[in-house]
């Protein structure tokens, strides 16, 4: 690999470390920096230095290659500057397509919400079917520390479509909501970023959700050479619906995700027998709607919940017991009118809302004059402090946050751990 000048790693977590190992094998002599916006950045054989530095590097010509991060936004001013200045800017996922990929199919999922699920059933009906599938991308392993593996299916992000070079041969997209408008500037980026996935320049086999189905911008963006891949037989689906409530895949949401996972998979050639077993022995992901009992109260970790749309789902999930739910996170500008217009009509009785987004829907439903008893905590230690005080108000405890995490948390696994922690012991 010829690169002319030195290699800018902009981000320091997992994807990094796994691009920097990349590199240090193809272009051992390149020397390398890495920045980040705050702390340390401890990668090996990198030498940090600062946004300031950096500038002064781009300033010279002296950068042959930046590979950012996904939560590095492609229009920060740095990276305009790289880009104005002709600097090549790529990812790890880029890089993987073009040096690492081979004879691998892709599988690419993307969506507002549901994406995780979607991977990962996939994966597991793929695996069911003696299919070599493997999970990499957004959730799974960085793609260049994979392995070879006959297919690969990728959750991927709107900050990684957004500049995606990657060819898949199979899409699936589950839902667009408004989303990430701090990291596209604004919700049309967003849409249009989003879409990038589906402005592919070779033919592809597609699955959508029901929601994206019948979203202009998604149909206004596929292109005509593009397959939608044909649905179950009605046997089949009867079947699948069937199987899931013996699952440990729940809410109505999840059964849309169930079917792109099904018509991917038999685009693959899993047979439907495979495919319904995978159903059956399916694991959710970690921190989706995970559930945990402690004496007769549930307590349900939905970290991984981040926008209002995903707690919609949520409160969906459980109908029928009173529900006590914690919301709130980093703020990024979403709507929150209609998550509360769903709380007016679900089985809430107990709302702890946390900085910063928390307050937002705490006034939502104060405007809407709904019923609830709503408790504003300034951090979740203390918001489980006073539900303690009310646990004769609820039968299931929800953190589903509507929001993300890096407020108050490193991420939503840090959240929902430390939340399951305090359930354990507080309760």
Not at 4 to 26: C, I, M, N
Not at 193 to 222: C, F, P, S
């Amino acid at each position: 690999m010829q690169i002319d000048g030195a290699v800018v790693l902009y981000g320091a977590g997992r994807e990094s470390r796994s691009t920097r190992q990349f590199l240090s094998e193809v272009a051992p002599k390149t020397k390398a920096y890495v920045t980040v916006d705050s702390g340390d950045a401890d990668i090996e054989n990198c030498t940090q230095i600062t946004a300031l530095e950096l500038r002064t590097l781009i300033d010279k010509n002296a950068i042959g290659l930046m590979v950012r991060s996904a939560g590095v936004s492609i229009y920060k001013p740095e990276l305009v500057a790289a880009k104005n200045a002709g600097i090549k800017i790529t990812t790890n996922i880029n890089l993987w397509a073009k040096y690492r990929r081979g004879n691998a199919k892709v599988v690419a999922v993307t969506g507002t919400k549901g994406k995780s699920t979607t991977v990962k059933l996939t994966e597991t009906m793929l695996k069911c079917a003696g299919l070599d599938a493997r999970l990499g991308g957004n959730f799974g392993v960085a793609p260049l520390d994979l392995d070879g593996h006959d297919i690969i299916v990728m959750e991927l992000s709107s900050y990684q479509v957004a500049d995606l070079q990657l060819q898949p041969d199979f899409v699936g997209f589950t839902n667009l909501f408004p989303e990430h408008v701090d990291w596209h500037g604004s919700l049309e980026q967003y849409y249009h970023d989003k879409m990038n996935l589906l402005r592919r320049d070779e033919r592809y086999g597609y699955a959508l959700g029901a929601q994206a189905a019948v979203n202009q911008k998604v149909q206004a963006n596929l292109p005509k050479y593009a397959n939608e891949l044909p649905a179950p037989s009605a046997e089949m689906v009867a079947a699948l619906h069937g199987t899931m409530r013996q699952s440990k895949l729940k809410g109505p949401h999840n059964a849309d995700n169930m079917m792109i996972a099904a018509k991917l998979a038999l685009g693959l050639g899993a047979s439907e027998d495979a495919i319904l077993e995978g159903l059956k022995s399916f694991a959710p992901p970690a921190h989706r709607l995970e559930e945990h009992q402690i004496g007769a109260l549930t307590i349900v970790d939905d970290s991984i919940s981040t926008t209002p749309e995903a707690t919609k789902a949520a409160l969906a999930t459980y109908p029928d017991t009173r529900i006590g739910l914690i919301v709130g996170g980093f703020d990024r500008e979403q709507d929150y009118h209609d998550l509360a217009q769903e709380i007016r009509t679900s089985s809430v009785t107990t709302i702890a809302c946390l900085p910063n987004t928390g307050h937002r829907l705490a006034e939502a439903i104060e405007e809407l004059g709904i019923d609830v008893d709503m408790i504003e905590a300034e951090d979740l230690a203390q918001a489980m402090r006073e539900l303690v005080k009310r646990r004769d108000q609820f039968d299931t405890l929800i953190l589903s946050p509507a929001a993300p995490s890096y407020n108050q948390f490193r991420d939503y696994v840090e959240r929902g751990d430390k939340f399951v922690e305090l359930a354990k012991t507080l309760f």
